[in-house]
């Protein structure tokens, strides 16, 4: 059945084939691309920046705490009031943290932690403002009574907003890992399955190149032998294919 089709049809079907094949792999190849830009995208302009913010407050908060601890320590009144200005310019760096940071929250997990964390540190600056005023009438002398306070509660409050700070960031960062094992798999995925749809292709493209020869050399073969005898004489051979509309039955009719 295949030897009525022409040639020409048969090279126009392989085309066709070996082009559905390559805009196949060309649109899926897109689409991975895609996924992976859009993963990219994800981590640049979303968990990463959170990170570095995060990263930012966090060293604002352990300066903050270092510096009640320097108030304590500092025994002139003046190295307090020095040590309290500090402290001014340490709050205000942070609340810019804070400002930004609260603008590149997405999910509700992630705002539930800030919150708490929020909660717990705003607690915590309230009780360092009652260890700063002990430490300051201590002045000359040590500051028992603001140590004992920062001790036993003032200081545990501190290291629980730092923990649920940490849990913010490792949940960013759990985000941002994430995101880029999704754009590692998607790229894997595309780089197997790209492959195999090449290799597909080019089994295909060289199974059917080779009948596509075979069939042509067998058509032209069937018209030419018989054709030789009726050269050489035997008017008994048959010419195959005559009124064939292909380029074969075109050979056979002349």
């Given amino acids: ?23 196949g792999m060309g649109l899926f190849a897109i689409r991975q691309m895609q996924a992976i830009n859009a993963n ?3 981590i640049q ?11 930012d407050l966090r060293a604002g908060v352990i300066t903050y705490r ?16 020095a040590q309290e200005k500090t402290l001014e310019t340490v709050v205000e760096a942070n609340m810019k943290a804070r400002q930004t940071y609260e603008k590149m929250i997405t999910s509700p997990e992630e705002r539930a932690l800030y919150n ?43 290291i629980k907003s730092d923990n649920i700070l940490k849990k913010d ?22 780089f197997m399955l790209v492959a195999i749809m090449l290799g597909a292709a080019v089994l295909i493209g060289c199974v059917v190149g080779f009948y596509l020869v075979r069939d042509v050399s067998r058509g032209i073969t069937s018209i030419v032998t018989p054709m030789k005898a009726l050269g050489e ?7 195959p294919h005559q009124g064939e509309k ?9």
């Fill in 169 to 190: 960031i490792d949940l960013n960062n759990k985000g941002a890992d994430l995101a880029g094992q999704e754009a590692t798999n998607s790229y894997n995925t595309a």
């Fill in 66 to 81: 270092n510096v009640i601890r320097e108030h304590m320590l500092s025994e002139l009144i003046e190295e307090k009031l």
């Fill in 40 to 42: 990219a995208v994800d």
């Fill in 246 to 254: 292909t380029e074969i039955g075109t050979m056979a009719d002349t």
């Fill in 1 to 23: 059945m295949l030897s009525r089709i022409s040639i020409r049809s048969k090279i126009t079907i392989v085309l066709v084939i070996l082009l559905v094949a390559m805009t």
């Fill in 116 to 158: 708490e964390w929020v909660e717990t540190w705003e607690s915590y600056k309230k009780g360092t403002q009652e260890v700063m005023a002990l430490s300051r009438k201590a002045a000359g002398s040590y500051p028992r009574e603001a140590h004992d306070l920062n001790t036993t509660t003032v200081n545990l409050i501190g």
């Fill in 233 to 239: 004489g035997d008017l008994t051979a048959v010419v």
């Fill in 45 to 55: 302009t979303n968990w990463m920046p959170s990170v570095r913010v995060l990263g």
